[in-house]
């Protein structure tokens, strides 16, 4: 299990802030309302808490519910009324910071079950076993490819490469292969059957001499 350092950063440092606002005698009401303010704080709370710890989205549902929700949400404001800081326990405080917190942990964990399965899609796609390679592409060889008809060759030169290292003294291999080329065809004329026109004119000078 892995901790996301910014993450515990920033929650630390807003925790910091959200308790010195709200624990000490420090009045924000005339800037924004205190409800809203309440929500909104418990909201980037539980939202920072919540991507601190890289575990599964139950573990982490779990443990932000107990230290956010509950220990926060509501100790916070138990512990408000036992400061000497001029301030009043309202229940509809509490109120405002369950709401933020719920609202915070929902988007989290919806989000975080969004991005669980678009890991598993991508390790599912990236290798499916028993897939066939895909021979158009250029994929898969040696046997395979010999019996569907490709076989993979290495790449010839270039004619720039080609023109740089030619020898004049040195026979060509298209010369070489005219020449077998040449004496494959005599050989097949020397081998060549009667046709049968001759096999047909030969049939009557056997049956003259028979006669």
């Not at 932000?64 to 404001?77: K, R």
């Not at 405002?96 to 719920?102: K, M, W």
């Not at 292969?177 to 049968?196: F, V």
Request: net charge negative; with cysteine.
């Amino acid at each position: 299990m892995r901790v996301r350092l910014p993450f515990a950063g920033a929650f630390l440092f807003l925790l910091a802030t959200a308790g010195y606002a709200g624990l000490t005698s420090l009045q924000l009401d005339e800037f924004i309302n205190d409800k809203v303010l309440h929500a909104l704080t418990f909201f980037i709370l539980t939202t920072c808490f919540y991507w601190i710890l890289d575990s599964s989205r139950r573990r982490n549902l779990n443990i932000t519910l107990l230290v956010c929700t509950v220990a926060l949400g509501i100790g916070s404001e138990i512990l408000q009324h036992f400061l000497p800081n001029n301030r009043i326990f309202d229940i509809y405080d509490i109120v405002a910071n369950i709401a933020g917190s719920l609202a915070a942990l929902g988007l989290s964990s919806w989000y975080h079950m969004r991005m669980l399965e678009r890991k598993r899609l991508a390790k599912h796609y990236q290798a499916v076993p028993g897939e066939d390679e895909d021979l158009e592409l250029g994929e898969g060889g040696g046997v395979g490819a010999q019996e569907e008809g490709t076989i993979t060759t290495a790449p010839g030169r270039t004619v720039e490469e080609e023109v740089d290292n030619w020898d004049e003294n040195i026979e060509d291999a298209w010369d070489e292969e005219e020449h077998a080329t040449g004496t494959d065809i005599s050989e097949g004329e020397g081998l060549k059957t009667p046709s049968a026109s001759s096999a047909g004119e030969a049939e009557p000078e056997k049956k003259k001499g028979a006669d």
